[in-house]
């Protein structure tokens, strides 16, 4: 199929990120009920930069990690991904490093980012490829957001840093395969701008769980 990556054996495409629901409140003389409303707090101490190669085991841990925590999410399981060598683990970071691409610009297909917090800890990842046969199309995938760092927008810097990338890249498209059982990122994707495509598949770790495709238009002029 065209859009599964051909760069890493495991390499996902759902994203995995939450909102913020603040408490609706209750006036001391009409007890009103106020609707909920979904807002991102700000990550403004959050740095998203792409990887590096010698950043496979900072990568391969919370990799793992995501599997662990929502593994519905994902199209990709634990089990196969604890069986990966660390030497595929290199070679993955080695392909979607920005060192990959001073080197061999021409072969610049994928690209991988990790968000840290101002202590540099590791607050999420994402990945993002060009689609095989059709450069101006492109996926954002193995999107992930550790459960402390949540609601603070991580994960749209994240879809920032990505999108950056691929504009840059000469994608006009992005899309994204969104399981169904993960409502928090089929409500993140709209926010950020992603229609439904009306597309649908089995999610290949869990077939009982449908996927959904979300697609995103962008130019230069929508990145800065």
């Not at 890493?8 to 629901?21: A, I, P, Q």
């Not at 991988?112 to 993002?128: H, K, M």
């Not at 992005?174 to 089929?186: F, Q, T």
């Amino acid at each position: 199929m065209g859009h599964q990556p051909t760069f890493v054996e495991t390499l996902d495409c759902n994203w995995y990120t939450k909102y913020s629901v603040p408490l609706y409140t209750v006036g001391p003389i009409l007890p009103r009920y106020r609707p909920p409303t979904l807002r991102l707090i700000p990550g403004s101490a959050v740095k998203v930069r792409r990887i590096e190669e010698n950043d496979w085991r900072e990568w391969k841990a919370s990799r793992l990690r995501a599997l662990d925590d929502s593994p519905e999410a994902f199209a990709s399981s634990l089990a196969a991904e604890e069986k990966l060598s660390d030497d595929a683990w290199e070679k993955y970071a080695r392909r979607c490093s920005a060192s990959h691409t001073s080197a061999r610009p021409s072969l610049d297909s994928s690209a991988a980012f990790l968000a840290r917090d101002e202590q540099g800890r590791v607050t999420g990842i994402a990945a993002a490829y060009l689609d095989d046969g059709k450069s101006t199309q492109a996926y954002i995938c193995a999107m992930w957001v550790a459960p402390e760092s949540r609601h603070r927008g991580v994960g749209r810097r994240l879809v920032d840093e990505a999108r950056t990338w691929l504009v840059e890249a000469g994608a006009t498209e992005v899309k994204a395969w969104v399981s169904v059982a993960n409502s928090s990122a089929l409500r993140f994707y709209e926010a950020v701008g992603f229609t439904p495509t009306g597309a649908r598949q089995a999610l290949a770790s869990r077939p009982c769980i449908d996927e959904q495709l979300y697609s995103l238009r962008i130019v230069r002029r929508d990145v800065s």
